[in-house]
């Protein structure tokens, strides 16, 4: 039996097993989200439940399971890995698409009356179980989060993450943690709140200055805080902490208590307090701990803006991480173009040879996501990983596409670069030019300081709109300071909500990176990070632009020249003008020689 048939077996006799447990617990349907208590984007083992009963390994996805139905949701990023990995396992293909019905609505509508749908309450969001409970009872049918019926049947469950947690230190922890409880409790006072309940790992490493390696790819641990204006709490597993750093967190007024211990913490909240809260970074199992009386304070956490606005400070330690990265790449890439045609490179060649030439960096700490290497037709998924049983050869004639980063002390990168491949096509170089001329749009323009962020998608598309093509991901996602390369508030993306918390404002991070996807041909996406910075003021306000933080050349071999305006042609060369000054110093050898030939101004 091949291992696809395998795991549709598998698969099936978990469907199976669900469904016992439904008809036993009287339950209509069952609700799976990719989530753990902590709204995590990237998920330990041990909350991997819709990876274990769907097959389906994509990060993103919603599993319903009924009597006679199952359908996974996946945005357009998955689509093409869905597809090929939900063959023959009895489970629907569901596609999210911007106007139709996602996973919640097909609940809401296909219920029925008076019948139960089942969730883990541990991993719903407050303000999703809000959601859907309402809608629900407008059908006579009822939400039960009470119980994990997953939990019942995944008898095999991976453990809990136990990886020590360590100090983010000065020079590049540029703000004590005393310092940022500080100006948080000034925010609780203004917002008239006794305590606040943070569950976010990214916020939580951040705010206590540590980090770990509980998550992959992103330098954080399994924890919860609550914070009144009197102390603060840190919920951690025993043993993640050695005595000496409970001292330091000690010192600096933070007690630590079991991770487990999370339910009774927050039953203790005293009676009648004010507490902080994100609805939507919070679960509703969580909240159900409070005692009735308390009251919610609901809004935005402070520390995720808090956090979004790296420091001047800070970006001279992100300058550098780039600057390393950027050599890390140059090696790399003078690497690959001697070694085509010369010996077998494959998409996890690739992945390894970049990896190595990033782990010989300072400062380097591990990958920020896993390397996308994805030639020719796979480029086409966007979140394509080549996998051992699967995976292309570099050879022959196309485009290979690499979206990569690294985590390293002082920042966090994400670049998506193409390369050409023997002599991509006339039609895969004007993808290539449409891409950069909306990658260029955007990063040239200039904005109202407080824009909301998904507006300003419309500017990276429109060029790529001028020649009927589209693509379906966001434009930008928020980037971290050695912490989650995705990050919050800000979103570049007309799908997402425009919500006031989205607002750009100086000292953010984001991504730029639209793209083009042919599917069964080939896939283009080119990515920089940027940074928001003042561009002055007028009768009008305050306006921002972007920095490009990203230091590598974007290789003209892929692209038509003559399709590039004079001012973007500029904006190309300006560019690399500046890639080749400030590497230039860090490389010798291959490496050089290779940035100065991709560096090379071009002309019309």
Known sequence: MNTQSSTQGAVKERLAAVRQVM???GVSALLVPSADPHLSEYLPGYWQGREWLSGFHGSVGTLIVTADFAGLWVDSRYWEQAEKELAGSSIDLMKLQPGKP??????AEQTPEAGVVAVDGEVMALASARQLEERLQARNARLLTTRDLLGQV????PSLPQSPVYQHL?????????????????????RNADWHFIATLDDIAWLFNLRGSDVSYNPVFVAFALISTSQATLYVAPGKLDAALRQVLEADGIAVRDYADIHRGLSEVPAGSNLLLDPARVTRGLIDSLPGDVRWVEGLNPTTLAKSKKSTEDLLHIRNAMEQDGAALCEFFAWLEAAQGRETITELTIDEQLSAARARRPGFVSLSFSTIAAFNANGAMPHYRATEASHSRIEGNGLLLIDSGGQYLGGTTDITRMVPVGTPSLEQKQDCTRVLKGVIALSAARFPRGILSPMLDAIARAPIWAGHVDYGHGTGHGVGYFMNVHEGPQVIAYQALAAPQTAMQAGMITSIEPGTYRP?????????LVFNREAGRSEFGDF???????????DTRCLLPELLSAQELGWLNGYHQQVRERLSPLLSGAALQWLHERTAALSI
Do not use: Y
């Open 544 to 554: 921002l632009e972007f920095e490009t933080l990203t230091l590598c050349p974007i």
């Open 170 to 190: 000065p020079p590049e922890a540029t703000v004590s943690r005393s310092e940022k409880l500080e100006q948080l409790r000034a925010v609780m006072r203004e």
């Open 102 to 107: 996602g996973a919640l609505d097909w609940l």
């Open 520 to 528: 069964g041909h080939w896939g283009v996406r080119i990515e920089n």
């Open 23 to 25: 008809q036993q617990e």
């Open 154 to 157: 995944w008898l095999e469950r």
